[in-house]
């Protein structure tokens, strides 16, 4: 039996037509199982097996945006943002997004994003033993656990939605993630993307939707996002 995801996303609904286009999408998207748009709230819920991203994708080609507003239960999420700490790409050092969702007792869902990366390249995610980035991937610590890979296609962009096992949320926070160029997930080299994992809100945790430290709508801080490679 599919493992099955709760996650709630803040998309500009303004109507009923709205609803039915967003819903529409969704319907064809492989994994999606339930649907709930909240039209007073502009929020809409998707339960089912389908990688946020994926759904996110889908709701972008109706011509909306989306936002992920939290994932899986409380205390259950976590994120990262991946950058290259490789001089020549500090312009835009943002590479990639992973969100780790707690599925069930056993199992963790990683949806992983990457974009700008080597084109036509297999890169391997591996989460570290230690969470300092000062030096890049290269003060990360030992290996902690091995994740997966993602091939990029040949505008550099690729997404993984990977099951693990036995990899418990409050173990990995705090700790960093990269993506590299090693297949065994030992050596290191400073074109690969780093990052470190903190804590993403659960379904309906998160009911900001203005930023209190910059004043921000949460669209606003999603343009920012989109601009800065991060979204």
């Known amino acids: 039996m599919p493992l099955l995801l709760n996650t709630v996303f803040a998309?500009?609904?303004?109507?009923?037509?709205?609803?039915?286009?967003?819903?529409?999408?969704l319907n064809k998207v492989d994994g999606v199982k339930n649907i709930h748009c909240d039209l007073s709230n502009k929020l809409v819920s998707v339960e089912g097996s389908a990688a946020p991203s994926s759904i996110v994708k889908a709701i972008q080609g109706t011509g909306r945006d989306a936002i992920v507003r939290g994932s899986g239960e409380p205390n259950s999420s976590a994120v990262c943002i991946?950058?290259?700490?490789?001089?020549?790409?500090?312009?835009?050092?943002?590479?990639?997004?992973?969100?780790?969702?707690?599925?069930?007792?056993?199992?963790t869902l990683v949806d992983l994003?990457?974009?700008?990366?080597?084109?036509?390249?297999?890169?391997?995610?591996?989460i570290r033993n230690a969470g300092d980035i000062s030096r890049g991937p290269l003060s990360t610590g030992g290996l902690y656990k091995s994740i997966g890979s993602v091939t990029v296609d040949e505008k550099g962009s690729g997404q993984a939605f990977i099951v693990k096992e036995d990899l418990p949320i409050w173990e990995i926070i705090g700790r960093s993630m990269v993506v590299g160029l090693d297949k065994d997930c030992k050596k290191m080299f400073l074109e690969d993307v780093v990052g470190v994992i903190a804590r993403s809100a659960g379904v309906w945790e998160n009911e900001k939707t203005v930023c209190s430290c910059s004043g921000k709508t949460i669209w606003e801080e999603r343009k920012d996002a989109v601009s800065k490679g991060m979204a």
Do not use: I
């Open 11 to 25: 998309v500009p609904l303004e109507c009923n037509d709205c609803v039915s286009d967003v819903t529409s999408a």
């Open 82 to 107: 991946l950058e290259t700490h490789e001089p020549a790409y500090n312009a835009t050092p943002v590479r990639g997004l992973a969100r780790v969702v707690k599925a069930s007792t056993t199992s």
């Open 113 to 126: 994003t990457l974009s700008g990366m080597r084109p036509s390249t297999t890169y391997f995610a591996s």
